[in-house]
């Protein structure tokens, strides 16, 4: 009885310190409630945004299978980061498939990934309606751990739990050399800028 006791204890003790460990981290993201509107409302995003010249945290996602892929995957290729809240939207499908376009046009060195929170399911059927073929549809539903490394994890609002629309290019050593935050939630980013910085 003692020993079952005891086990008990234990398991409550771990519990309880994985989660302050997991509440400590929560805390220790910036909070930025200024940066992106959704409508006329201000919403919170959870992290730092990236800054040109500094190198892009690696991150953790996973493909239309479910797989899991790292930022460390593209490494040597120029990367060009299109950030939308969800495919099922208007403004998130043009971007998607104006990035699609463009990549037709540019050297075989460069990789447009869109990342997102829909569920893999829902890219995969995106990505056939739309003929989507040079964009790779990543998705952050599982961990959220590329919205909290690159400060894009909306945490207030109608759109909580989902990214705001962002754009970072990186070099081929992984430095970003063009980012935008787009500040209206609704807004297309400045798809002439990040070509220009490809």
Do not use: W
Not at 58 to 80: A, H
Not at 97 to 111: G, H, Q, S
């Amino acid at each position: 009885m003692k020993l079952l006791t005891f086990a008990l204890l234990l398991l409550i003790n771990t519990t309880l310190n994985l989660s302050a460990h997991a509440n400590s981290f929560q805390e220790e993201l910036t909070e930025s409630p200024n940066l992106v509107k959704a409508g006329e409302k201000y919403v919170t995003l959870l992290g730092t945004q990236v800054a040109v010249g500094e190198t892009a945290p690696n991150f953790k996602v996973v493909d239309g299978n479910f797989t899991p892929v790292q930022l460390s995957s593209f490494s040597e290729d120029i990367v060009l980061i299109s950030v939308v809240p969800s495919l099922d939207t208007g403004v998130c499908s043009i971007q998607t498939k104006r990035f699609n376009e463009e990549v037709e046009n540019l050297p075989a060195n460069i990789t447009m990934l869109t990342i997102s929170n829909d569920l893999p399911f829902a890219q995969k059927r995106f990505v056939s309606d739309e003929d989507i073929s040079n964009v790779t549809n990543l998705s952050d539903f599982k961990t959220g751990n590329f919205g909290k490394e690159y400060g894009l994890e909306m945490i207030s609002g109608a759109l909580e739990g989902l990214h705001s629309r962002a754009v970072i290019v990186l070099d081929e050593d992984g430095t970003v050399i063009h980012s935008q935050q787009v500040p209206e939630i609704g807004d297309e980013p400045n798809y002439e800028a990040a070509l220009k910085a490809l």
